[in-house]
């Protein structure tokens, strides 16, 4: 049994924690890059963007637009660089539930239409940086040893 133990949860247990670092380094550099890209593309055509929220029912869409927009850029700008990563990804998660509440909802039928949601995956990845940090490999880790 011990054989089993070690091959199966105690050495997949220290290769993982030589990797740490990777984890988080990887899914703040998809989700930043992914995020800088949208933000930039709705700062760059911010009537159709207003329009669209109106559509949606999202209240002061003049508002909301720009602000939803800056915080998709400005998010995934940090998330690359991992600074002020827990903030950052927080506000980005509340953006995936206004969207999927806004823009997704009336087709959600069942538990897997919500799950299969691209939203709630990166709502996901949002949740886990925004309580684990952004790791070894961040502006972040730099800040706080200093």
């Given at each position: 049994m011990k054989v089993l133990v070690d091959a199966l949860i105690e050495w997949p247990?220290?290769?993982?924690?030589?990797?740490?670092?990777?984890?988080?380094?990887?899914?703040?550099?998809?989700?930043?890059?992914?995020?800088?890209?949208?933000?930039?593309?709705?700062?760059?055509?911010?009537?159709?963007?207003?329009?669209?929220?109106?559509?949606?029912?999202?209240?002061?869409?003049?508002?909301?637009?720009?602000?939803?927009?800056?915080?998709?850029?400005?998010?995934?700008?940090?998330?690359?660089?991992g600074f002020l990563t827990r903030i950052s990804a927080g506000a980005l998660g509340v953006v995936m539930i206004v969207a999927v509440k806004a823009a997704q909802w009336d087709s959600v039928e069942s538990l897997q239409d919500l799950l299969g949601l691209e939203e709630i995956l990166y709502l996901a990845l949002f949740v886990w940086l925004a309580v684990a940090g952004a790791g070894r490999v961040s502006l972040d880790h730099y800040l706080e040893r200093r």
């Open positions: 247990r220290g290769v993982a924690r030589r990797l740490e670092w990777l984890a988080p380094l990887f899914a703040r550099v998809v989700t930043g890059w992914v995020f800088l890209g949208t933000g930039w593309g709705k700062l760059t055509h911010l009537p159709l963007v207003t329009e669209n929220f109106a559509n949606w029912g999202i209240p002061a869409p003049g508002v909301m637009a720009p602000f939803v927009s800056g915080v998709e850029f400005a998010g995934g700008i940090f998330l690359l660089a």
